[in-house]
């Protein structure tokens, strides 16, 4: 917890520092949410969904039409997008309740694909290809979010939801859902409601992945379609992989990892698809347990020695 | 006119179903669903079409490199990257994201390797035999023919083969297998190069119908995908019905919808089809 | 490898300083670099078009440090770099990525670049102008076609060079007009920049009172078009225009309308122009398609740059007029930074924006670059050119009618 905190704040003290380090900032804090929002069912229940890009829309667009059609209604836009978000999950999840594995990821990937062409073609919704702009500043209260407090505000997000992720896996919810990825029969037996438990951590996974798309759109003030195609999917997917699943704390690990891979450094200049899916394939195979898995067994060897 | 619609639907549906085939084989071989099957596919194809760009190059070599490179992806696959993982008791999704990683990792070595442009290989026969008003290039028609030879072939394989048999009993209980002192190991890497080889000649047969790019292969592992899931695996032919499905079920809602229609039919496909034909579901495990 | 390269290329680079210095007697440039960044894509869907960008940034900038200026020194002079100093470029892959575009513009600028080029796609340009606007800084997006880039918001500091569709549809009413054809049939295939022309071109032709009677889409990993092109055929248009951005669909429908042997007027856009490897893989296929181009093959400033950069990369390396947009927008700065003596981002901009009759590399003979303060896009109707291909390449100007 504290070790945490103490972290948040040095990051918050390094991306403030210029424009450019807050873009990089931004750019994390959306994939920590996204990787959280993932992780969620993923550890809990053992869902994959590959849909992620479609609730990342979802919150982008929901700020960029609210902006526009409904101002009045802009005080609430991040509740609303987060509801849709997990409306659209829940009925997703129900749809490809039977499904499980490989099935159910490319089901869920065919939804993301054709969320993102429907965003491309529909218009009088959308602004199709060319997106929506003149999005105004996150207003809370009547306290205006430029940038730099923008980020300060995510941080805070990403530190709240990792957290009470956290706690959840510890508490008895978390307890039976992960009883459920054990052995859905037994967990049944039990009186574990393992169906609507699977789809509420779905949405609840598919709204923490909306903030992500929420304050995007509020730091760039333009959404594109682009931006949301199925491709970021596969970005995310890694990021749990990388930090390690045994805690959230391993999603926000792998989402900085990327960002620093993608961005940070001058040494590397190949194709950053290729780095990751080398740098996953090597996690995978060498750190099981993820690189905060490996780090803990690390420090854990050390003492008993 | 229409006539050639059906004549292109059937060979899109020979390639779907060979990329099925492909998936149906390591299936059988590994209990995994290999989504990274596609990439092997496109690579295979852009080294065929890169090797056959240059008229005086041999063919050999472009044919040699396609193989070559299916099947040693196909070999990574399973050799060095999924037996190892199954070792320890994992997650199925860990698998799901090494196969995934993989899949990138190829898309960026053809991107490194051949060059960011589209390419089209050189066709294997030269001509085209017309018939009325409509042309087929003999190309097609041996691409159509090395489809059917090839699951003949496997079927064959499977049902008088020594190591086909043996994979049938792999792919159906992996314990009893072992205590009846199959080598497990080697049937599965025969059935994995085998693999391999069926990609290899999908790349190949595909390159010159089409212009290939390094990011070819992700709509190949769908459609492959959902062929398999379409035919199911109870025989090595389902394959090739579930591709011809695919293929018909895409240039009817192309014809006479529209092409904008094709991400959402395609989805609506999956989820009927993954929902509600239960034969074709099985639930896919990284071996326990 | 790469070391073994680089030598050959300072070899190169020296050998071409000396042949220089016997024909060109100015100082060479001296003090800091004035820097370049470049957004390119090298990895995403982009990357066809992007790298041939690329290739002329770093000739081109070549030749400012050597004082190669072509016929353009009618306009910038002769002396070599920018302000006496020397131009330098450094270079930032987008991966085509609307989320990447603008947190690497701001990385060019944090490490040291005065001016941003856009080369990526149109979407990564609509998403990186913000911090063109946000930072003050000159950028230019020298080959994206997309009108809306130059359109608010964040359209302050963004200049574009390469005709916009609005003034490229009235070159095909005008053509059409005089065939007599009316009736319409879109092929597009299902990117964003396919969207976003395909839209300007639906509004501009249903202003001209053209009727639409097909619109069709391609997926971009699509094996043919079969199916597309018979729904067009079906729907009897009298002609098929040519929206596809991907080269391989491209190719694939060129291929698929020769096996169907459809006989329409085949238009297309200068997306197939700019990209010589759809020519090569349709081959005879692509053969009596129309497009509006923009090069010329009597323009003489077109041929003079066409001529320095075959001499870099080659007698067979396709120019196209992706290489023109890039070498005036290059020019279009060296003028701008020596007529306000600075590379302030403010003062480049108004620099441009006070730009008239800036002689430009691409377009017909004697074509002009103009821009003001509501015209961020200097292209002029001389821009375009209708060219007819023959014998697998856009070589023929047609003689029925061009713009004026």
Same mark, same amino acid.
């Given at each position: 917890m504290l070790v945490s905190l103490v972290l948040s704040a040095a990051f ?16 994390a804090i959306?994939y920590a949410l996204l990787a959280l929002g993932m992780y969620l069912?993923l550890a809990l ?110 941080v805070i997000l990403v530190w709240l939801i990792a957290t009470a992720i956290g706690r959840l896996r510890a ?37 923490i ?30 990021m749990p992989v990388l930090g390690g699943l045994a805690t959230p704390w391993g999603a926000v690990l792998g989402a900085l990892l990327v960002v ?23 996690v995978?195979?060498?750190v099981?347990n993820g690189l905060l898995g490996g780090l803990a067994a690390?420090v ?6 | ?288 | ?212 009677? *097909? ?6 990993? #699509?094996? !043919? $078009?079969?199916?597309? %092109? =018979? ?5 009897? +248009? ?35 122009? *700019? ?6 893989? #349709?081959? !005879? $296929?692509?053969?009596? %398609? =129309? ?5 010329? +093959? ?45 590379? !302030? ?60």
């Open positions: 918050l003290a390094y991306v403030e520092a210029n424009a450019y380090r807050q873009d990089l900032g931004m750019l959306a069912p229940c053992g869902s994959l969904s590959l849909a992620y890009n479609a609730y990342f829309a979802i919150g982008a667009y929901a700020v960029a039409i609210i902006s526009h059609a409904a101002a009045a209604w802009m005080p609430v836009a991040i509740p609303i997008a987060v509801l849709i978000s997990m409306a659209t999950a829940a009925l997703l999840g129900l749809v490809t309740r039977r499904l499980s594995g490989f099935h159910l990821a490319v089901a869920t990937m065919m939804f993301g694909i054709a969320v993102h062409t429907w965003l491309l073609n529909t218009d009088s919704v959308t602004g199709g290809a060319t997106g929506i702009g003149d999005i105004p500043r996150l207003d809370i209260l009547g306290w205006g979010l430029d940038r730099g407090p923008l980020i300060a505000f995510g508490s008895l919810v978390g307890i039976a859902m992960r009883a459920q990825r054990e052995s859905l029969v037994a967990a049944a037996a039990n009186g574990v409601p393992t169906a609507a438990l699977r789809i509420l951590a779905l949405a609840v996974g598919a709204g992945a909306t903030l992500a798309g929420v304050l995007l759109a509020f730091m760039n003030r333009f959404v594109l379609p682009d931006s949301f195609a199925i491709k970021v999917v596969f970005l995310v997917l890694f620093a891979f993608t961005l940070g450094f001058d040494f590397f200049q190949g194709p950053g698809s290729l780095t990751f899916g080398l740098l996953t394939l090597g995978l195979l060498l099981p690390l854990g060897r050390r003492r008993s020695t | 006119m229409e006539l050639s619609l059906v004549v292109s639907g059937i060979e899109t549906g020979a390639f779907y179903g060979l990329v099925a085939l492909g998936y149906f084989l390591f299936l059988r071989a590994t209990a995994a669903v290999n989504f990274a099957m596609g990439a092997y596919v496109m690579f295979a194809g852009l080294a065929y079409g890169y090797f056959s760009e240059d008229p005086s190059a041999p063919l050999v070599l472009g044919l040699a490199s396609a193989f070559g490179a299916a099947v040693l992806f196909s070999w990574i696959t399973e050799d060095l990257i999924l037996r190892p993982m199954a070792r320890r008791a994992r997650d199925e999704f860990g698998a799901v994201m090494a196969i995934v990683a993989l899949m990138f990792v190829i898309e960026q070595l053809a991107g490194l390797a051949f060059g960011r442009r589209p390419l089209l290989g050189r066709e294997l026969l030269d001509g085209a035999l017309v018939v009325g008003s409509l042309a087929i290039d003999y190309h097609d028609l041996l691409a159509l023919v090395a489809t059917l030879g090839t699951f003949a072939a496997v079927a064959a394989w499977l049902k008088r083969g020594r190591y086909g048999r043996m994979l049938r009993a792999v792919g159906d209980n992996e314990a009893a297998a072992r205590a009846l002192g199959l080598p497990v190991r080697r049937v599965r890497l025969v059935a994995v190069i085998a693999t391999g080889l069926i990609c290899g000649l999908a790349g190949i047969l595909v390159a010159p119908q089409t212009a290939l790019s390094f990011q070819s292969h992700l709509s190949f592992a769908i459609l492959g995908f959902i062929a398999l899931v379409l035919g199911g695996v109870g025989t090595p032919w389902a394959p090739l019905v579930g591709g011809m499905l695919v293929s018909a079920i895409e240039a009817a809602s192309a014809r006479y919808i529209g092409g904008f229609a094709r991400d959402y039919v395609l989805l609506a496909l999956v989820i009927l089809v993954f929902s509600f034909r239960p034969e074709g579901l099985f639930t896919v495990r990284v071996r326990s | 490898m790469e070391a073994a390269k680089n030598l050959i290329r300072a070899a190169a680079l020296v050998a071409a300083g000396w042949t220089m210095l016997g024909s060109v007697q100015a100082a060479a440039p001296t003090g800091d670099p004035i820097t370049i960044g470049v957004v390119e894509d090298r990895s995403g869907a982009a990357t066809f078009y992007s790298s041939e960008s690329v290739k002329s940034v770093k000739l081109f900038i070549d030749m400012i440090n050597h004082g190669e200026y072509l016929f353009a020194s009618s306009a910038v002079g002769t002396a070599p770099g920018i302000l006496g100093r020397p131009v330098k470029a450094i270079y930032e892959d987008d991966e085509n990525n609307p989320n990447l575009t603008a947190v690497k513009t701001r990385r060019l600028l944090e490490n040291g670049a005065q001016i941003i080029f856009f080369v990526s796609g149109s979407g990564s340009t609509l998403q990186g102008r913000i911090v063109c606007t946000e930072q003050k800084i000159l950028c230019m997006a020298p080959t994206n076609v997309s009108a809306k880039i130059v359109q608010p918001p964040n359209n302050d500091y963004i200049f574009t060079i390469t005709p916009q569709s609005e003034t490229a549809s009235a070159v095909y009413v005008e053509a059409w007009k005089k065939l007599g054809l009316t009736k319409l049939a879109f092929i597009e295939d299902e990117s964003a920049t396919a969207k976003t022309v395909a839209d300007a071109y639906r509004k501009a032709f249903e202003a001209a009172g053209l009727s639409r009677v *097909a619109d069709e889409q391609v997926e971009a990993s #699509a094996r !043919d $078009a079969n199916a597309q %092109l =018979l729904r067009i055929s079906a729907a009897k +248009p009298d002609l098929i225009f040519d929206l596809i951005q991907s080269a391989p669909s491209s190719a694939n429908m060129y291929r698929s309308a020769a096996r169907l042997d459809l006989k329409l007027a085949r238009w297309g856009t200068n997306t197939i122009t *700019a990209q010589p490897k759809i020519w090569q893989l #349709a081959g !005879d $296929a692509i053969n009596g %398609l =129309l497009v509006v181009d923009n090069l010329a +093959p009597d323009n003489p400033n077109t041929n003079q740059v066409k001529a320095a950069y075959q001499k870099q990369y080659g007698a067979d390396a396709p120019y196209v007029f992706l290489h023109s947009m890039v070498w005036d927008a290059l020019m279009l700065t060296k003028k701008a930074a020596e007529a306000v003596g600075s590379t !302030d981002g403010t003062k480049l901009r108004d620099a441009i924006e006070g730009m008239t009759d800036f002689p430009s590399s691409y377009g017909q003979k004697g074509n002009l670059l103009n821009f003001a303060k509501e015209r961020h896009n200097g292209a002029g109707n001389k821009g375009n050119v209708v060219v007819q291909f023959a014998h697998g390449s856009p070589s023929a100007v047609w003689d029925v009618y061009q713009p004026n």
